[in-house]
Every structure is written in C-alpha cells, then in structure tokens.
C-alpha cells in the first residue's frame, strides 16, 4: 500500500525554539494531507487540513501562528510548532488521502515532540 | 457533532481466543465507519471500513466488524488471535459526505495477545 513517512519520529527542544516536522508521500501525489496531535491516553485530533499551493484549513481551536503548516509540493507537508512552550509537547501525526477511496488516509509513523 | 467511545482502553487475550473490541459511536448524521490498528512504532493502518450496504464488513488479517444501527455501534471481532495482532485499535467515524480527513477517533484499544 501507499507510504507515507515522518520526519523526525522524536525530537527535544528547547522552551522558545521552533520545530518543523515534515511529512512526504513517498509513491504518491497527496493534494491534500492532515496533521493530528494526541495526547497520552487520548485519541487524535485533527489539527488542520494542508492543501497543496493554498492556505492551511485549521481547526476551530488550533492556532494558525503557533502551528505553520506548508504543503509546497504534492509529496510534502511540514509542520512548525513555533516558539515551542512544554505544553506543545506531543504526539503529531499525519495522513495523506491517495485520491481513491473514501477513508483511504495512509498515515504517518508519528514525531513525539518534548518541550524542556 | 460526532462522538466515539471504545469501552475498552486494555483488551488482555490468549492466543488463539476471539476477541471483541467495542466502538459505540454518536452523530446526528449519517457517518462512515471505520477501524485503524497501529502497530508499535508504525502508522495507523486501515483494517476495515463501513461506507453502506452489508453490515458486516470484513477487513484484513481475518478481522471483521458489523454495523449495527439501532445500537449505534461497529465492534471488532476475530475468531482467534495471533500473538503479531498485539497493537492499538482505533475506532473512527466520519461524516457522510464531509472532508475526508476529518476523522473523530476514539481513545484506542490496545489488544495484547499473551502466549
């Protein structure tokens, strides 16, 4: 099936610095993929949806300038929490659609982010 | 809005015993459901989907799940376990008709399947 991969799967950082995280569909073009942040003990929630050549779609409660979202490619979307503070710390996952099939999201392995 | 509850945070199993996992769900639309497992240090992967027509639904790795509407609910189930099926379960439910990544996901089951 469709890959899709994350980079980095774990990442420390200090409290104030930026952190990109990037998503790529390695054998397929995603016009459109989604970043999902959870919790421990908690399910995922959709953050934005990343739309190739246009503005995120962020979701009610998300901040726009806190979590840049760029999908320059048809194969890539990042993620930078800015200005990271320990409560960014978390799970960030995302998902591409291949364009066939509904619900046929092919997600990536996940980047656990910590905050010091 | 939609809502997902998996009843179950932790399913312990034999190998070779079935097992059910529980997904009850809430909306006030038509939804599509769905079930993902992910496996340690890996993606979620899609198991099965319910879009219409059988309730039953079989998905990959001899898992399958029924629709059952009055219930409101999409249980998992598979006969007999191997101890490779040892992961997290997430039950998802999206509506009819809306943007395809919007997925509501319930909190997970993780399925350990002892020897």
């Known amino acids: 099936g469709a890959v899709v991969s994350q980079h980095p799967s774990w990442v420390i950082c200090k409290s104030g610095t930026s952190v990109k995280i990037e998503c790529r569909s390695l054998?397929?073009?995603?016009?459109?993929m989604f970043w999902y942040r959870q919790f421990p003990k908690q399910s995922l929630m959709l953050m934005a949806t990343s739309n190739e050549g246009s503005k995120a779609t962020y979701e009610q409660g998300v901040e726009k300038d806190k979590f840049l979202i760029n999908h320059a490619s048809l194969t890539l979307s990042t993620l930078t929490v800015t200005s990271a503070h320990p409560e960014d710390s978390s799970f960030y996952i995302c998902?591409?659609?291949?364009?066939?099939?509904?619900?046929?999201?092919?997600f990536g392995e996940g980047s656990r982010l910590t905050v010091l | 809005a939609q809502s997902v509850t998996q009843l179950d945070s932790q399913v312990p199993v034999f190998e070779e015993a079935p097992v059910e996992l529980r997904c009850n769900y809430s909306?006030?639309?038509?939804?599509?459901l769905f079930w993902y497992v992910q496996y340690p240090n890996q993606g979620l992967q899609l198991l099965l989907k319910y879009l219409s027509g059988s309730t039953l639904v079989k998905g990959i790795n001899g898992f399958e799940a029924e629709f059952n509407k009055s219930q409101t609910s999409f249980h998992l189930r598979k006969p007999s376990v191997h101890i490779s099926d040892t992961a997290e379960y997430f039950c998802a439910v999206s509506e009819y008709g809306g943007s395809q990544g919007n997925l509501i996901f319930g909190k997970g089951t993780k399925l350990s399947v002892k020897p």
């Open positions: 054998d397929f073009q995603a016009t459109t």
């Open positions: 998902s591409a659609h291949s364009g066939s099939g509904v619900g046929e999201l092919f």
């Open positions: 909306s006030s639309v038509s939804v599509y």
